[in-house]
């Protein structure tokens, strides 16, 4: 067995396998610079947050250790967002992210890495507010 086919495999038994939660409370400060920062003047961002502010909010991270045995560096392979409800001032997001799928490509640079991951975005009810699906690229 090869390395590359070694660290696939170990990469391979965390799907979906979640990650350690990161919760926050939606507080109006926080969200009046993020819409700020973006330049949305909605008014309806002064109560409930823009799609990308849970990202900012509450970062979800699975840190694979394995995949730094792959390639020499990381890109962006896009991230894609499902909204269910808003989050709203005051809330308390939990979020949960974990490896979707680990899978192999060969291009034209060599062999790439991709990683999918979900986070789950969920409020103090309980309800799912939203769910990110990104792609990760080792090369």
Not at 39 to 46: E, F, K, T
């Amino acid at each position: 067995m090869t390395t590359t086919t070694s660290v696939i495999d170990r990469l391979r038994a965390r799907i979906g396998k979640d990650g350690p939660p990161a919760e926050a409370t939606v507080e109006a400060g926080h969200l009046k610079r993020f819409v700020e920062a973006i330049g949305d003047p909605n008014p309806r961002w002064a109560k409930e947050a823009p799609p990308t502010f849970l990202v900012a909010l509450a970062p979800a991270s699975v840190h694979l250790e394995e995949a730094e045995e792959y390639g020499r560096g990381w890109l962006n392979g896009g991230n894609r967002f499902e909204y269910f409800e808003p989050a709203k001032v005051g809330d308390r997001i939990t979020a949960t992210g974990r490896v979707a799928d680990v899978y192999e490509k060969t291009g034209s640079s060599g062999s790439l890495l991709f990683i999918i991951f979900e986070t789950d975005y969920v409020n103090q009810d309980g309800r799912t507010v939203a769910r990110l699906r990104g792609t990760a690229i080792r090369r």
